[in-house]
């Protein structure tokens, strides 16, 4: 009888020591705060990539070619003088077309066209922004180039991923602080941190623009020769995260 007593008490000790470890459970939950915080980091980008096109019709292919190589030839001399790496400089596109034309309805061979594309990668803008002004000054000069897009970007993004996560914790950890003392109450310890976006992500801003200009540009107001004005805008590195905290 006694042992069954023992039991039956021990079993009830058990239940109810697990309702109230449920209860503390939620009370923790119901003493927290959620906030979402955004940091972001804004710099002028240090590279440029530059994707250029040279493109000839002749009647055979071979003519179109070879006036393509010797364009390319120029723009290579060009690019060495301004001393951009063989390993900066790569083929994206190399095509080769026949065109027609219609003359009484009929469809007559105009000639074979050739067209390459090229891409140039152009280091340390901070240190030297008048170098892209000049390699595209010289290269728009070669016949036949067609300059197709400048795409600006960083070289190393990891510190400013950190700077803009410091950031966006901080600023949810100064809101939640906020409504805390709001409250009456402290702010406790992390529960949760999530990112709110796939990860870090890289913006280009434009209302902040950054001329790069030539001598010839600057001097341009007395009377010397133009050169290239190229507004590099900013790089901004944006993270965004939701925290949870406990509330003592």
Known sequence: MNKFLIGAMTLLTGTVLSVSSLKAQEVNKDNTITLTGNGSVSIHPDMANISLSISYLAPTT???KDKVDRSLKQVFSILRQERVEEEDIKTTSLNYNTEYDYVNNKRVKVGQRVVQSIQVTIHNLAQSGEKL???????????????????????????????SRALAFGKAKEKAEQYASLAGRRLGKVLVIDEERSGDIAVKRYNKMRPLQTKAALLGEYGATKGSVIPTGEETIESEVRVTFTLE
Do not use: A, C, M, P
Not at 133 to 138: A, G, Q, R
Not at 142 to 152: A, K, M, P, R, Y
């Open 62 to 64: 071979r003519e179109s």
């Open 133 to 163: 002004s000049t390699i595209l000054d010289k290269i728009v000069s070669v016949n036949n180039v067609e300059l197709q897009s400048i795409d600006f970007g960083l070289e190393k993004t990891e510190d400013l991923y950190k700077e």
